[in-house]
T-cell receptor, first 118, second 116 residues
Framework: AQTVTQSQPEMSVQEAETVTLSCTYD???????LFWYKQPPSRQMILVIR??????QNATENRFSVNFQKAAKSFSLKISDSQLGDAAMYFC???????????????FGQGTTLQVKP | DTGVSQDPRHKITKRGQNVTFRCDPI?????LYWYRQTLGQGPEFLTY????????KSRLLSDRFSAERPKGSFSTLEIQRTEQGDSAMYLC??????????????FGPGTRLTVL
């Protein structure tokens, strides 16, 4: 069974600075998808960024980028130029690749609470 | 397109009572998921529908839990004889997938259940 681990329960960053959130996962599959989701306080979860395992290039979405190390099974999220609105709980998630027997359910880590200081 | 909606947003009930939650996915989304999230933890998968068919149920889903998605549109999650351990946020997500394309799951705001 696949597992996702986020070892940093809480992180803080100064506004305009850069912060990196860590995520490791365990799987025996060679093809899969990894995600970072953001859950602001009392608000719904939204997708931040996605990475396909077969792609060597790290995904980037504006100020958000990932460092995907497939051999190390590591998937960290870097937030550049942090803003107050980035304060939230961040979840790393794993998903098996599309296939007849794969439902697409997400397997989440425990989450990292990010505080942004003005 | 107003996103995934869930009703109610909050529910307080007494132990032993039955509760039902509703999820309205984004229109034309053929996949619907239910997750449960306890305080300070990541969501855990409960069950999944493709159209009206319930194709997977987690072992977390005891016999007291039942989910339906009639006509492949909205979905309901019922918990019978609630227990204090059922207190959690229940999240619904929907997505649209064709063939082998990778779909993105869009989450609703959740229903927070408190069992007294």
């Amino acid at each position: 069974a696949q597992t996702v681990t986020q070892s940093q329960p809480e992180m803080s960053v100064q506004e305009a600075e850069t912060v990196t959130l860590s995520c490791t996962y365990d799987t025996s599959e060679s093809d899969y998808y990894l995600f970072w989701y953001k859950q602001p306080p009392s608000r719904q979860m939204i997708l931040v960024i996605r990475q396909e395992a077969y792609k060597q290039q790290n995904a980037t979405e504006n100020r958000f980028s990932v460092n995907f190390q497939k051999a190390a099974k590591s998937f960290s999220l870097k937030i550049s130029d942090s803003q107050l609105g980035d304060a939230a709980m961040y979840f790393c998630a794993y998903r098996r690749p599309p296939g007849s027997s794969n439902t697409g359910k997400l397997i989440f880590g425990q989450g990292t609470t990010l505080q942004v200081k003005p | 397109d107003t996103g995934v909606s869930q009703d109610p947003r909050h529910k307080i009930t007494k132990r032993g009572q039955n509760v039902t939650f509703r999820c309205d996915p984004i229109s034309e989304h053929n996949r619907l998921y239910w997750y449960r999230q306890t305080l300070g933890q990541g969501p855990e998968f409960l069950t999944y529908f493709q159209n009206e068919a319930q194709l997977e149920k987690s072992r977390l889903l005891s016999d007291r839990f039942s989910a339906e998605r009639p006509k492949g549109s909205f979905s309901t999650l019922e918990i019978q004889r609630t227990e204090q351990g059922d207190s959690a946020m229940y999240l619904c997500a929907s997505s649209f997938r064709t063939g082998v394309s990778t779909d993105t799951q869009y989450f609703g705001p959740g229903t927070r259940l408190t069992v007294l």
